[in-house]
């Protein structure tokens, strides 16, 4: 048995009331002014080539633009003066030292009067390469290197005609070199030939092995800005005396070393350097000791973090004992720059500007940072920026419904519940009706 078809209608027509009063509760019309592109960041940045006669062209991203913007910098856009937007790709400029060995097989080995060769096989689809190590026998030399390229073994090019190894040795110590770099290529073959050296060598050497790399060799380049340097304060370290520094680097941003300037002569104190942003959970960055001795030259003194840190407030901790503080002069902060570059096929209408400073926007993912690398064949052409702006035509973001009218989702509970306990009373009362009438 189920419910009869009286209490199924009374029911389905309390629904349909129950639904029009929920969904009535719920529909509010909700007027939001179409928002432009360029209205979607708070701030900017005008962006200024020094001049126009480049494709790739460069910037270093400051530090109150790395302030306002996110942490990965996903945030900025690039628009001319007719906004239309210009892709771009970031690259953190850290010391770079990576190598990639390549499989290889020797053969035809041979040796002359004068110099021996070999040719190497790195296989189908070897891809990049720019380095080999060669290793020859002997000790005390210096010997000229040829290196050639083939994607055939027949038909040879030119690498390198200048390449040197040496070895030399004494006592104790040894000098070596047994690299040879040339342009990156992509060659399956490669064919080495070694000269004798006509001062130490009695004969032609031999080649024992052989290593083809792709090296990838890259000079740092840092980002610096001053630190105030504040009063110090007084405390204990494990009960010895301490002198601490709250240090404040004027924003929120990446950070990887300081560098102070002591003006003591001679000294040797252990220190720490701590994240301080969040007092509940206080990060060691750095220890160590701080060591100058008599008669040294007075250089800045590096404290390296031991990993990259995102901070503003650091405390600096230098146990004294029972020596005086420290007299610091001044404190840098750096961390590797982070380069942004970009691309003009044509003449842009200028000033460019840099938008930044919207944490919600998705990044942008272009294709132009595949292939950058690729397309540094020069030194890009540098910009200049000026001082951060705030975007007039910018428009926060509206807050969700619930933030704004935080009340009505307890007027829509409580109307739904009214609702649903009126329909559950009136099926309730038909169904003691019907059951009378039923009995009679």
């Not at 979607?40 to 913007?69: C, F, K, N, S």
């Not at 910098?73 to 990576?98: C, G, K, S, T």
């Not at 690729?374 to 619930?402: C, F, I, M, W």
Request: charged share 25%; proline share 6%.
């Amino acid at each position: 048995m189920g419910l009869s078809q009286g209490i199924s209608f009374a029911g389905a027509s309390h629904m349909k009331s129950l639904l029009f009063v929920f969904v009535a509760a719920l529909v509010i019309v909700v007027t939001v002014s179409a928002q432009t592109s360029l209205s979607l960041w708070p701030y900017y940045v005008e962006v200024t080539p020094e001049r126009a006669d480049g494709q790739i062209y460069d910037l270093a991203v400051p530090l109150p633009v790395m302030d306002r913007a996110r942490a990965d910098l996903a945030d900025l856009r690039l628009f001319d003066a007719n906004n239309r937007e210009i892709p771009y790709a970031i690259r953190i400029r850290r010391d770079v030292d990576e190598k990639r060995e390549i499989p290889t097989r020797l053969f035809n080995e041979s040796a002359g009067p004068t110099t021996s060769e070999v040719s190497v096989d790195l296989g189908e689809n070897p891809g990049e390469h720019n380095e080999i190590d060669i290793e020859t026998n002997g000790e005390n030399f210096r010997r000229q290197v040829v290196v050639e390229g083939s994607d055939s073994g027949r038909e040879w090019r030119m690498l390198s005609n200048d390449g040197v190894i040496f070895r030399f040795a004494s006592q104790n110590n040894v000098a070596e070199s047994q690299k040879v770099s040339y342009p990156t290529s992509r060659f399956r073959y490669l064919r080495m030939r070694v000269s004798r050296d006509l001062m130490t060598d009695k004969q032609t050497p031999q080649v024992t092995s052989v290593k083809v790399m792709m090296a990838v060799r890259e000079k740092g380049w840092l980002s610096t800005w001053d630190v105030p340097v504040p009063s110090y304060q007084l405390q204990r370290n494990q009960g010895a005396h301490a002198s601490v520094w709250t240090l404040d680097l004027g924003g929120r941003i990446p950070c990887d070393r300081l560098s102070v300037e002591i003006a003591d002569y001679s000294f040797s104190r252990p220190f720490q350097v701590e994240s301080i942003d969040d007092p509940q959970n206080v990060r060691l960055l750095a220890s160590g000791d701080l060591t100058r001795h008599s008669g040294e030259e007075k250089k800045p003194l590096v404290m390296y973090f031991n990993e990259q840190a995102t901070v503003r407030k650091l405390r600096l901790q230098i146990t004294d004992y029972s020596n005086p503080t420290l007299t610091i002069m001044s404190i840098n902060a750096s961390a590797p720059a982070r380069q942004l570059l970009f691309e003009l096929k044509s003449p842009a209408a200028q000033p460019l500007r840099l938008f930044f400073g919207n944490e919600n926007v998705p990044a942008p993912h272009y294709d132009f940072e595949t292939d950058v690398a690729a397309r540094l064949s020069k030194e890009p052409v540098h910009s200049q920026l000026g001082d951060v702006l705030a975007n007039r035509e910018y428009k926060p973001e509206p807050k969700p419904l619930t933030e704004r009218v935080p009340w009505l989702i307890y007027v829509v509970l409580a109307a739904s519940s009214i609702a649903l306990a009126f329909v559950l009373w009136s099926l309730a009362r038909t169904a003691t009706r019907l059951k009378t009438q039923t009995t009679s």
